[in-house]
């Protein structure tokens, strides 16, 4: 069945970096656009930004532009999200999800951005 797995969430300083990862199982990963979600405390969803098939087309939310890179790895099945410039309103679950005829995923991985 399809699993997405993030990583690499953790605490870190408001200016910092931070990259996740989203390992991807149970389905052809180079065939599907992929997409960055988050949802912060007390708040709904909010997507990030997204990247076709193929890697060459990506795009994002204006809250990120410029301070996130989303990318993907298709011999190994991972997507990432590179981020710097982290400020507090960061702080979020952050999923890795397929959107298609059915959506899915991941459990999430906590990025905090705290001094």
């Known amino acids: 069945q399809v699993r997405l797995v993030e990583a690499g969430g953790r605490l870190v300083q408001p200016g910092g970096s931070l990259r996740l990862s989203c390992v991807a199982d149970?389905?052809?990963?180079?065939?599907?656009?992929m997409t960055w979600v988050r949802q912060a405390p007390g708040k709904g969803p909010e997507w990030v930004c997204a990247i076709s098939a193929d890697g060459r087309y990506t795009e994002y939310s204006d809250s990120v532009k410029g301070r996130f890179t989303i990318s993907r790895d298709a011999a190994k099945d991972t997507l990432y999200l590179q981020m710097s410039s982290l400020n507090a309103e960061d702080t979020a679950l952050y999923y890795c999800?397929?959107?298609?005829?059915?959506?899915?995923w991941g459990k999430g991985t906590l990025v905090t951005v705290s001094s």
């Open positions: 149970g389905f052809t990963f180079s065939s599907y656009y």
């Open positions: 999800v397929r959107f298609g005829g059915m959506d899915y």
